[in-house]
T-cell receptor, first 115, second 114 residues
Framework: EPEVTQTPSHQVTQMGQEVILRCVPI?????FYWYRQILGQKVEFLVS????????KSEIFDDQFSVERPDGSNFTLKIRSTKLEDSAMYFC?????????????FGPGTRLTVL | KQEVTQIPAALSVPEGENLVLNCSFTDSAIYNLQWFRQDPGKGLTSLLL?????REQTSGRLNASLDKSSGRSTLYIAASQPGDSATYLC?????????????FGTGTRLKVLA
């Protein structure tokens, strides 16, 4: 069964460094999302992406964050200058463009640790 | 602003018990509600999705109900097994035009004892 994959599984970085988290959504899906989960807290929506542009973003998704679909398969989240509070699990999700199919399929996550 | 709450926060039951997990949301204008399972250090697995026009959905030993007017959903797990041990999350999708984002609850951490 097709699944969303994410790399790396764990990323450790120094505060102020740039990180890029990578996701490969399910191949025929057209909606893409990033969520994050700080340890012990709720899963929070960051951004949704459709038709090569951001369709919605939360207040968390400030100028330090950006998303890109550089080719036909990858979907990336970049954090330009990481802060300690960016330490979290980051989940990518995708959804097909099918009427009545609302299920979002989540990847296994990337654990980001900012030191 | 939509808020999603889940109780209890943690639950420990002996194997074989039937159990109910609760989810409540403050704004009844939802498009759908989804239940997920999260294993430690892993991603989210979708269990059941209920559209706003539906009252319940079933999959195997799982049954989810939705009462939009009271802002509640329950996940019923029949004949629980140790393999059901995980954190269960509910998430609602708002009806705001153009949004597909999910708003998640805090989760119920379930432990089924052998």
């Amino acid at each position: 069964e097709p699944e969303v994959t994410q790399t790396p599984s764990h990323q450790v970085t120094q505060m102020g460094q740039e990180v890029i988290l990578r996701c490969v959504p399910i191949s025929n899906h057209l909606y893409f999302y990033w969520y994050r989960q700080i340890l012990g807290q709720k899963v929070e929506f960051l951004v949704s992406f459709y038709n090569n542009e951001i369709s919605e973003k939360s207040e968390i998704f400030d100028d330090q964050f950006s998303v890109e679909r550089p080719d036909g398969s990858n979907f990336t989240l970049k954090i330009r200058s990481t802060k300690l509070e960016d330490s979290a699990m980051y989940f990518c999700a995708s959804k097909p463009l099918l009427a009545g199919v609302d299920t979002q399929y989540f990847g296994p996550g990337t654990r980001l640790t900012v030191l | 602003k939509q808020e999603v709450t889940q109780i209890p926060a943690a639950l420990s039951v002996p194997e074989g018990e039937n159990l109910v997990l609760n989810c409540s949301f403050t704004d009844s204008a939802i498009y759908n509600l989804q239940w997920f399972r999260q294993d430690p250090g892993k991603g989210l697995t979708s269990l059941l999705l209920i559209q706003s026009s539906q009252r319940e959905q079933t999959s195997g030993r799982l049954n989810a109900s939705l009462d939009k007017s009271s802002g509640r959903s329950t996940l019923y797990i029949a004949a629980s097994q140790p393999g059901d041990s995980a954190t269960y999350l509910c998430a609602v999708r708002a009806t705001t035009s153009g949004t597909y984002k999910y708003i998640f609850g805090t989760g119920t951490r379930l432990k089924v004892l052998a």
